[in-house]
Structure formats: structure tokens, C-alpha cells
């Protein structure tokens, strides 16, 4: 046997091991949604990390069932521009555990869910990123099914600002508790912004 077919021996272990993990936590035999949101250093995948991550799973009735927290160390400096977009910093940022020590418990957490994001290709690709370079697989590869808030708000409101501050305001959802940017509190508005859309759809 070669050095790749043990390479991929091992990750055949690994992946079936995961699966297992998975069955044991309870959420495999239920219908999962669940809304995420992400902050990071910056905007590039290869050399930007993510420092905060929250998931919501909902019922039916959009109701908060389970959830998912955290921040992250980044093991990297915090440009300050981007640090007045959400406020977190370096020196808030450096007692907390790094991606290595959250990403297995946060793929459990996500596997086999209908999963949504205001730009999913934007989280998505900054979490596989991360996924990647800790050995775990990515969100396809774990069945999450891959949804944007963001492409369902261009299809409702064709050329208007579909952002999610935009969309807010459109909804008159309050958000005053919002001082920044924060994925738990974005996380909480987009539950909202997806149900409005929803029964927007629905009534037209």
C-alpha cells in the first residue's frame, strides 16, 4: 500500500468515524434549519480567519430549539478597520480557543441541516476554508444543503438594496439592541428577515 492509499484510507476512517459522532448526538433523525452567520479579519479565504461563529437552529414556528457560539482566536492580527465593523480585537480575541479546538463540535452541530446565510458563498467559503486546514470536512461533504437569504432577497426585490440592513428596514424589524456587527445578533435578525421574505413571497 502506497503513502496515498493510506492517506486516503485514513481519511475514509475519519469521515466514517464523523458520521458516527453524528449519530450519536440525537439531531440525525429530525428535519434541521439553521440560520449562521460569521465575523472574520477580513474578506479572503486563503489569509483571513473567522473570529466569531453562531448557528440557530428553529422549529416550524421559528422558534430557537439549539444554538451554537463562539469566538475565536485568530492566531492573527485584527486589522482595526475591520475591528470597528464588529468590535472584537486581539486582545479580547487572545484567550479564546482556536478554530482547531471549536470545529469539530460546530460541523456536528451543522451536518445534514438546511442551512442559511445572508451570502452563504461568503460564510460557506470562509468556514470550509477553515474546515480544510484543520483536516474536517466541508459542508457539502457533511450533506448541509447550502441556502442564501441574500439570492432570495434579489429574487423578491429585484434591483433594490438587499442588504441586511436594507432588508431590516424594509421589514421594520427592530433592531436597537445592534450597536455592531456580531454574528449571534446577526444571526437572531436574519431568523426574522427570512421569515418576512417568506410570507412576502407567500402573499404576492
Known sequence: ?????????????????????????????????????TETTGMCRSTDRIVEVCAIEVDDAFNEIDSFHAFINPQRKVPWFVTRIHGLNNKFLD???????????????LEGSELWAHNMAFDAGMLNAEFTRN????????????????QLARSTFPGQKNSLDALLDR????????????AMIDTRLLVKVYQNLVSYKTQK
Open 1 to 37: 500500500m502506497n503513502k496515498n492509499q493510506k492517506l486516503q484510507m485514513m481519511e475514509e476512517y475519519k469521515e466514517g468515524q464523523f458520521r458516527m459522532d453524528f449519530e450519536n448526538t440525537g439531531r440525525a433523525n429530525r428535519k434541521r434549519r439553521i440560520f449562521l452567520d
Open 135 to 150: 483536516r474536517l470536512p466541508t459542508l457539502e461533504k457533511v450533506d448541509c444543503r447550502l441556502n442564501c437569504t441574500l
Open 171 to 182: 421589514f421594520s424589524i427592530d433592531r436597537s439592541d445592534r450597536k455592531l456587527h456580531g
Open 95 to 109: 484567550d479564546k480557543p482556536i478554530f482547531f479546538d471549536i470545529g469539530r463540535d460546530l460541523l456536528l452541530f
